[in-house]
């Protein structure tokens, strides 16, 4: 059986087959060297190692995970999610062209904004969500598209088949963060992305005690997958080997996981929908979600484990109902296995975020606890 055929249960338990081949470890022991040892012919005793800034054996461990949940042909880690967005924006030339979803995770539009002045290249945001407004903005040739979908905080949704038609026509490659679905629920890649981005930091590690990035590609030879291979070997940017054990046994759960905070987090938003004090849930899962059909399609396996809502009244209730909630921390971040409440007003203010808008990255907890929690929150 090859590991294609494998599903992601497997493949995430077995670690793609990691063990410790030197002691007969079941688990994998960390590969702490910086160095490797030549011989007296000066060869290398391993030749796929060299040095620790370009080769580490427990960071092939976990790309080799990543690398099969998402069907690629081929992943990279990195020190953190918004690492690997840059090292996708500095495989750009100069004087680019980027069609990129706005109104996704503010850190990276912050950064991307910054960095493509810096950079003279041209960006173009639009509400990618927007199938017209897509299509419109990839008229013009250009050199990358960028989606987020589900987007953070708003849980739009991109069709990506769609996207990666708009893209190519326009001569673009197409990147899709899929942070908010896993590759347990979306395979980026095999819908017709070029380049699938997770900040593994948040559900692929699940443990909120790993920063992490993955990028992965469909086909090696592209040459944006090559800068930005040689720009990780080269300059640096790559994960540490403590931070890619912890993600790799991390991973071993994912499938669990994720099944769990999706089936709780339908069943919250569901239930806030029907709420008196909630004015408008944004989840894929519902019916009344907007991109309800394409996630339904793309998404076949659950909706994701974030949402957002919006509590009816104003910021000082919004902030009441957060104060008052005792099983949801409050904190920035999601994909963890305890559940998170966050205003992202408070985060980014001057960016058109309501004052009532609490974003809830859905856990693994009983979900008639958390669904108690909120109840007792939002009595007025
Ligand atoms: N992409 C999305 C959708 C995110 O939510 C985040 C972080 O919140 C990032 C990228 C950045 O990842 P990191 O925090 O690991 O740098």
Redesign the pocket.
């Known amino acids: 059986m090859s590991n294609t055929d494998l599903s992601p249960a497997t493949i995430a338990a077995q670690a793609a087959g990691a063990t410790d081949r030197e002691t007969g470890g079941v688990v994998p022991g960390i590969s702490l060297a910086t160095t490797y040892l030549r011989g007296e012919d000066y060869g290398l005793i391993r030749p796929e190692n060299v040095y620790g800034r370009d080769h580490n054996e427990t960071v092939r461990q976990a790309e080799e995970v990543i690398r099969q949940l998402e069907g690629a042909a081929a992943s990279l880690l990195f020190p ?6 840059a090292a996708v924006f500095r495989a750009l030339p100069s004087g680019a062209r980027v069609v990129m979803q706005t109104g ?2 503010w ?2 539009l912050k950064w991307v904004r910054e960095y493509c002045v810096r950079r003279a290249i041209l960006l173009d945001e639009v509400e990618a969500s927007d199938a017209g407004a897509l299509a419109e903005a990839c008229r013009s040739s250009a050199d990358m598209v960028w989606i ?1 979908t589900p ?2 905080p708003w849980l739009r949704t991109v069709d990506i088949t769609a996207a990666a038609g708009m893209a190519h026509k326009a001569g673009a490659v197409l990147v899709v ?1 899929g ?2 679905a896993t590759p347990v629920l979306t395979r980026a890649l095999e819908l017709g992305a070029d380049i699938s ?6 559900a692929l590690n699940g443990h909120s005690d790993v ?3 993955a990028l992965s590609c469909r086909e090696p030879s592209l040459p944006m997958w090559q800068e930005i291979a040689v720009d990780r070997h080269d300059a640096g940017a790559i994960l540490g080997p403590f931070e890619a054990w912890l993600l790799m046994r991390g991973m071993r759960t994912l499938p669990l996981r994720v099944e769990r905070m999706c089936a709780s987090a339908l069943a919250l938003a569901t239930w806030l929908e029907a709420h008196d004090g909630v004015a408008a849930v944004f989840y894929p899962g519902l019916a009344s979600h907007d991109g309800h059909d394409v996630a339904a399609r793309q998404m076949p396996h659950g909706f994701g484990y974030l949402l957002s809502f919006l509590v009816r009244g104003d910021r000082a209730r919004t902030l009441d109902v957060m104060g008052r909630l005792r099983l949801f921390h409050r904190a ?4 963890g296995v305890e559940s998170l409440v966050e205003h992202r007003h408070t985060i980014e203010p001057h960016t058109g975020i309501p004052e009532n808008l609490i974003r809830v990255s859905v856990g693994i907890e009983d979900m008639a606890d958390l669904r108690a929690d909120l109840a007792q929150a939002l009595a007025e």
């Open positions: 953190s999610g918004m690492a690997a967005v996704i995770y850190g990276t987020e987007s953070n963060d942070t908010a981005m997770h900040s593994a930091t948040k920063l992490a990035g920035t971040s999601l994909g």
